[in-house]
């Protein structure tokens, strides 16, 4: 279930919620926060309108709200929204979509 974000993005641009790193590993061991890694997927919780094309209309998004997406380790934008960290990625940063 997304949550309401008080962001809305521009163009092409889309506000993924990153899940939480592991905490341990598959043989039960637990990770002090420095050897976590980045969690590389993430739920959409807001899309922009898309990209404004030569024609002057805009161009369709393949995300919307509430997809879960794999997205590059080092793309996008880290931010935090309302106590919550998120990231702002472009729609061609969005590697695939998880179904």
Known sequence: ???KIKIRPLDDRVVVEPLQAEETTAGGIVLPDTA????QRGTVVAVGPGRLLDTGKRGELSVT???EVIYGKYGGSD????GDDVKILREGDILAKVM
């Open 65 to 67: 709200v509430g997809d």
């Open 1 to 3: 279930m997304a949550k």
């Open 79 to 82: 931010i935090e929204v309302d």
């Open 36 to 39: 976590k890694e980045k969690p």
